[in-house]
Protein backbone atom coordinates (compact mmCIF):
# COMPACT_ATOMS: atom_id res chain seq x y z
CA UNK A 1 0.00 0.00 0.00
CA UNK A 2 0.96 3.55 -0.62
CA UNK A 3 0.01 6.68 0.20
CA UNK A 4 1.57 10.02 -1.12
CA UNK A 5 0.44 13.25 0.30
CA UNK A 6 0.89 16.35 -1.93
CA UNK A 7 0.05 19.91 -2.74
CA UNK A 8 1.84 21.94 0.35
CA UNK A 9 3.78 24.79 0.25
CA UNK A 10 4.76 28.46 1.66
CA UNK A 11 1.34 30.76 1.56
CA UNK A 12 0.50 33.63 3.31
CA UNK A 13 -1.71 34.57 6.24
CA UNK A 14 -5.52 34.42 4.32
CA UNK A 15 -4.62 32.24 1.49
CA UNK A 16 -5.54 29.28 0.30
CA UNK A 17 -4.27 25.51 -0.49
CA UNK A 18 -5.55 22.10 -1.68
CA UNK A 19 -3.91 19.10 -0.56
CA UNK A 20 -4.51 15.90 -2.13
CA UNK A 21 -3.85 12.50 -1.30
CA UNK A 22 -3.05 9.33 -3.73
CA UNK A 23 -3.61 6.14 -2.82
CA UNK A 24 -2.96 3.01 -3.64
CA UNK A 25 -3.10 -0.92 -2.84
CA UNK A 26 -6.22 0.02 -1.64
CA UNK A 27 -9.83 -0.77 -2.28
CA UNK A 28 -9.99 2.87 -1.87
CA UNK A 29 -14.06 3.32 -2.70
CA UNK A 30 -14.56 1.54 0.72
CA UNK A 31 -11.88 3.10 2.97
CA UNK A 32 -12.57 6.38 5.34
CA UNK A 33 -10.07 8.67 4.76
CA UNK A 34 -8.76 11.15 7.36
CA UNK A 35 -6.47 13.77 6.95
CA UNK A 36 -3.92 14.80 10.21
CA UNK A 37 -1.17 17.27 11.09
CA UNK A 38 1.83 17.54 13.42
CA UNK A 39 4.19 20.27 14.39
CA UNK A 40 7.49 19.42 15.58
CA UNK A 41 7.36 17.53 19.41
CA UNK A 42 3.85 17.22 19.42
CA UNK A 43 0.98 14.90 18.38
CA UNK A 44 -0.39 14.25 15.43
CA UNK A 45 -3.83 15.95 15.39
CA UNK A 46 -6.89 15.01 13.48
CA UNK A 47 -8.20 17.73 11.24
CA UNK A 48 -11.14 16.13 9.10
CA UNK A 49 -12.63 12.48 8.29
CA UNK A 50 -14.99 11.72 5.58
CA UNK A 51 -16.67 8.53 4.65
CA UNK A 52 -16.21 6.14 1.79
CA UNK A 53 -19.06 7.52 -0.17
CA UNK A 54 -18.14 11.00 0.60
CA UNK A 55 -21.78 11.28 2.32
CA UNK A 56 -20.20 12.10 5.98
CA UNK A 57 -17.56 14.71 7.24
CA UNK A 58 -16.44 15.84 10.59
CA UNK A 59 -13.79 18.54 11.47
CA UNK A 60 -12.02 19.14 14.18
CA UNK A 61 -13.75 23.13 15.45
CA UNK A 62 -10.37 25.08 14.65
CA UNK A 63 -10.76 24.65 11.24
CA UNK A 64 -14.87 24.24 10.78
CA UNK A 65 -15.92 26.70 8.00
CA UNK A 66 -11.91 27.00 6.86
CA UNK A 67 -11.21 23.76 5.76
CA UNK A 68 -13.21 20.79 3.38
CA UNK A 69 -12.44 17.53 2.75
CA UNK A 70 -13.42 15.86 -0.22
CA UNK A 71 -12.53 12.50 -2.12
CA UNK A 72 -12.41 11.14 -5.87
CA UNK A 73 -13.26 7.39 -6.33
CA UNK A 74 -12.78 7.01 -9.60
CA UNK A 75 -8.80 8.45 -8.83
CA UNK A 76 -8.40 6.81 -5.43
CA UNK A 77 -7.50 10.29 -4.39
CA UNK A 78 -8.89 12.59 -1.21
CA UNK A 79 -8.72 16.28 -1.08
CA UNK A 80 -8.40 19.05 1.95
CA UNK A 81 -9.11 22.23 0.93
CA UNK A 82 -7.89 24.87 3.02
CA UNK A 83 -8.84 28.65 3.18
CA UNK A 84 -8.39 31.55 5.17
CA UNK A 85 -5.15 29.91 6.51
CA UNK A 86 -3.46 31.25 9.68
CA UNK A 87 -0.16 30.81 11.07
CA UNK A 88 -1.25 28.29 13.33
CA UNK A 89 -2.31 25.53 10.66
CA UNK A 90 1.54 25.47 9.89
CA UNK A 91 2.48 22.06 10.07
CA UNK A 92 3.28 18.76 8.05
CA UNK A 93 -0.23 17.42 6.89
CA UNK A 94 -0.70 13.49 6.66
CA UNK A 95 -3.47 11.21 4.73
CA UNK A 96 -4.70 8.18 6.49
CA UNK A 97 -6.69 5.43 4.82
CA UNK A 98 -8.52 2.60 6.18
CA UNK A 99 -9.08 3.73 9.46
CA UNK A 100 -12.94 3.13 11.24
CA UNK A 101 -15.15 6.43 10.96
CA UNK A 102 -17.41 6.04 13.92
CA UNK A 103 -19.27 8.22 15.75
CA UNK A 104 -17.63 11.26 14.57
CA UNK A 105 -14.30 10.02 15.49
CA UNK A 106 -11.41 8.02 13.23
CA UNK A 107 -9.65 5.13 14.40
CA UNK A 108 -6.37 5.43 11.97
CA UNK A 109 -4.55 2.50 9.74
CA UNK A 110 -1.36 1.18 11.34
CA UNK A 111 0.06 2.45 7.89
CA UNK A 112 1.03 6.46 7.14
CA UNK A 113 2.94 7.69 4.33
CA UNK A 114 4.45 10.75 3.78
CA UNK A 115 3.57 14.24 4.85
CA UNK A 116 3.35 17.68 2.97
CA UNK A 117 4.39 20.94 4.68
CA UNK A 118 2.12 23.58 4.70
CA UNK A 119 3.62 27.32 6.10
CA UNK A 120 1.48 30.10 6.41
CA UNK A 121 3.28 33.06 7.17
CA UNK A 122 2.08 35.86 8.83
Known amino acids: VQLQASGGGLVQAGGSLRLSCAAS????????VGWYRQTPGKQRDLVAI????????TYTDSVKGRFTISRDNTKNTAYLQMNSLKPEDTAVYYC????????????????WGQGTQVTVSS
Open 96 to 111: NVGGVYANNKYYAHYY
Open 25 to 32: GYTFSINA
Open 50 to 57: ISSSGDRT
